[in-house]
């Protein structure tokens, strides 16, 4: 019993010191037409994981320029007119790394990105207090917990995927209504313009110099 009460006080430890690892932030942000945008993260120690996730919800082609820095300048990720991307590397340089996002292919549509930045370490085991003491428990505890972590990333990840889904198509459906609207629109002027034109040229038919012939 006592073992039991332990083997789960050493479980809640431990998982409470994986979450402790990570730092990740999730963002929003809208970017105008021309313009650059940089957000920043801070690393404490060289060898941490840096996870950079984006995709663009809604706008025009539905892409964007991003450009990733160490706290050297030194371009460590870049791509032109993405859509999404997710990144994972080392970060081997302690300081503040630069993520930047251009819009610089528009000229008058406005980008919204939905995106992570994940600072973490890698966990890594410590050895048990004695030796053959409960480790062979621990060992398959780490291993169980690595396997939910990883099925709980691949969860958030797949919900990722459908939020953009749904905002893209949610984009797409919202411009092909104002599209429909004008053209509905514009096609009601025609119908008007051709209708005062068809009056006007029956009148002008049956008007000869100021006289009016009854027929």
């Known amino acids: 019993m006592a073992a039991s009460s332990f083997l789960s006080f050493f479980s809640l430890l431990f998982f409470l010191r994986l979450l402790h690892l990570a730092d990740a932030s999730a963002l929003t942000t809208s970017i105008g037409a021309n313009e650059r945008l940089c957000f920043y993260a801070d690393v404490d120690k060289a060898g941490e994981k840096i996870g950079f996730y984006f995709a663009v919800q809604a706008g025009g082609s539905f892409d964007i320029d991003f450009e990733v820095k160490d706290?050297?300048?030194?371009?460590?990720?870049?791509?032109?007119?993405?859509?999404?991307?997710?990144?994972?590397?080392?970060?081997?340089?302690?300081?503040?790394?630069?993520?930047?996002?251009?819009?610089?292919?528009?000229?008058?549509?406005?980008?919204?990105?939905?995106?992570?930045?994940?600072?973490?370490?890698?966990?890594r085991r410590d050895p048990p207090a004695k030796p053959g003491q409960i480790s062979e428990h621990t060992t398959a505890l780490e291993e169980s917990i690595f396997r939910l972590n990883g099925m709980l990333l691949s969860i958030k990840r797949n919900q990722k995927y459908f939020h953009t889904r749904e905002n893209r198509g949610f984009d797409i459906v919202k411009t092909v209504q104002n599209r429909l609207f004008w053209y509905a629109v514009l096609e009601c002027l025609g119908v008007i313009g051709m209708a005062v034109l068809q009056v006007y040229i029956l009148q002008t038919f049956f008007t000869k110099t100021g006289r009016r012939y009854k027929v």
């Open 71 to 123: 706290p050297n300048e030194k371009v460590l990720l870049d791509g032109v007119r993405e859509r999404q991307g997710d990144y994972v590397f080392t970060a081997n340089t302690v300081g503040e790394y630069a993520f930047c996002f251009e819009n610089d292919m528009s000229t008058l549509t406005e980008k919204l990105i939905d995106f992570d930045i994940m600072v973490e370490s890698e966990p």
